[in-house]
């Protein structure tokens, strides 16, 4: 999340490609930081959802945290 934040920076370390701010220059490579994200949201909401396996049948308030996470991660991503 932090890198996709600094993606917002208007100065910073992101490369226009094609009127979009996606890159990330490291000096020595581009990353796309989006990739990384939905990866570590895939990994957190898996650790979340096998931590509280017994919650998520007994009700469905324990769906908040994921949409949360969900929603920060995808508002970034729609941002940059």
């Known amino acids: 999340l932090l890198l996709l934040l ?3 920076l208007p100065v910073g370390l992101a490369v226009v490609v094609r009127d979009t701010r996606r890159f990330l220059n490291l ?3 581009a990353v796309q930081p989006a990739e990384f994200a939905r990866l570590a949201m895939i990994l ?3 650790s979340y959802a096998s931590r ?3 919650w998520f049948r007994e009700s469905w308030k324990c769906l ?3 949409v949360l996470i969900i929603g920060s991660t995808s508002g970034l991503i729609v941002l940059q």
């Open 64 to 66: 908040v945290v994921p």
């Open 27 to 29: 000096g020595f490579m």
């Open 6 to 8: 600094l993606l917002l």
């Open 44 to 46: 957190c909401l898996a």
């Open 52 to 54: 509280k396996q017994d």
